[in-house]
């Protein structure tokens, strides 16, 4: 699906771009994609030399889930001193968080196409266990404990 947009953004930036074909939800819940992720970005940050990339210039990006697992796959080897550092993460329109589907972001949008408030949740809730009857809960934001919506909220909040 996004073989063509890979190929501009390799054309006009002259970058080497790698797609990775990760194992999609909901027959393949969490973990699955971001460890399938993981994996081929490590493997290439240990070959760049056979693919003829300079290490300074590794970009990761992402939309939708893809953005998710781009943002995680960076926080997961920004630690690592025996790979390369990552030049930059790309993040379109990611799935970041799933405490608060009531935010402004989410009202503003709610009903803009293609992604509406309650697919994102939908979405969000097959990635993570494959399963939504849980749905109206999460829309509704009873799915989180008082005690982690408080101790989040410096992060996420209307604010």
């Known amino acids: ?4 947009l890979c190929r501009f953004i390799a054309r006009e930036s002259e970058s080497v771009v790698v797609s990775v074909g990760y194992r999609l939800a909901p027959e393949h819940k969490y973990p699955a994609a971001y ?3 993981l994996s081929a970005t490590q493997h290439f940050l240990q070959h760049l030399q056979l693919y003829a990339v300079d290490p300074a210039r590794v970009t990761v990006c992402g939309d939708s889930a893809g953005g998710n697992l781009a943002a995680a796959v960076s926080q ?5 001193s025996d790979l390369p550092r990552l030049r930059a993460q790309i993040l379109i329109y990611p799935g970041l968080q799933a405490l608060d589907f009531n935010l402004p972001s989410y009202q503003q949008n709610r009903g803009v196409p293609l992604l509406f408030r309650e697919r994102a949740a939908f979405y969000m809730l097959q990635y993570l ?7 109206e809960e999460v ?3 009873s799915h989180i404990p008082v005690d982690i919506k ?9 604010d």
């Open 35 to 37: 460890e399938d992720c």
């Open 76 to 80: 997961t080897l920004a630690g690592r």
């Open 139 to 141: 829309l509704e934001g």
């Open 150 to 158: 408080l101790k989040y909220r410096k992060w996420v909040s209307p």
């Open 1 to 4: 699906t996004h073989e063509k």
């Open 129 to 135: 266990n494959g399963n939504a009857t849980k749905l």
